[in-house]
């Protein structure tokens, strides 16, 4: 999904994500040591060790966090893209959000705004079908989630997040729309979690065989 994203995008372009961080700096060009400097707590790191895993920032490479409030980058995603606007420049700003993400209600209020005002901002539902140990089918009876961005007449549409090419063509377009001041445009990009959320989950809230279903696509 990153590597999509940042091969259709530039270098001053934004990107603000929630606490699934690590992939977003790397994708941008940051040096994989001070990650780690960050994961390990030492100064060095992106948040001078602060943030650990949540909040991982590199301002010189336009990544403006990891945030460990959930949904709470949504509206800070279309900030900085009003600050872009205000300036005058061509930058966007790619914002991203897990499927869990969408059920805040602050969402709703930044769509609404980015649309009024056209703002250069690309949303991106990473949608892995779990928001930690809670499906999509529990959460809600709109299980194409970029249906969302419809009731706000936003451009929207699903990826295929499992295949670069995809990811790469449909940020393209968003890009392109959002540069020329069309305003934003809401992806689904639709992957899978292989492993659990974190160390400590065992993942039981699914079953072997929609794993191996998975696993079976890919190969």
């Not at 940051?30 to 895993?53: F, I, R, V």
């Not at 009024?116 to 949608?127: A, D, Q, S, T």
């Not at 445009?185 to 992957?191: A, P």
Request: proline content about 4%.
């Amino acid at each position: 999904v990153v590597a999509g994203a940042v091969s259709a995008t530039k270098p001053e372009d934004n990107m603000i994500t929630a606490y699934r961080c690590h992939a977003h700096p790397l994708g941008k060009g940051t040096d994989p040591k001070y990650l780690m400097a960050e994961l390990y707590g030492k100064t060095t790191g992106l948040s001078k060790g602060k943030g650990g895993s949540m909040h991982m920032f590199d301002v010189s490479r336009r990544v403006f966090g990891g945030h460990g409030i959930v949904g709470g980058q949504v509206p800070l995603g279309a900030g900085i893209a009003l600050a872009e606007q205000y300036r005058g420049t061509k930058n966007i700003n790619v914002c991203y959000m897990g499927d869990g993400a969408v059920r805040q209600g602050a969402l709703h209020e930044t769509f609404n705004m980015a649309m009024l005002w056209k703002l250069p901002v690309v949303f991106v539902i990473e949608n892995n079908e779990y928001a930690m140990g809670t499906s999509v089918e529990r959460t809600t009876n709109v299980l194409d989630l970029y249906k969302i961005g419809l009731s706000y007449e936003m451009p929207s549409e699903q990826v295929d997040g499992m295949k670069c090419e995809d990811v790469h063509q449909a940020i393209e377009r968003a890009a392109d729309r959002a540069r020329k001041g069309d305003g934003p445009t809401l992806l689904e990009i639709k992957t899978y979690r292989y492993k659990g959320h974190s160390m400590s989950d065992p993942a039981k809230y699914r079953t072997k065989e929609e794993l191996a279903k998975y696993k079976a696509v890919d190969q």
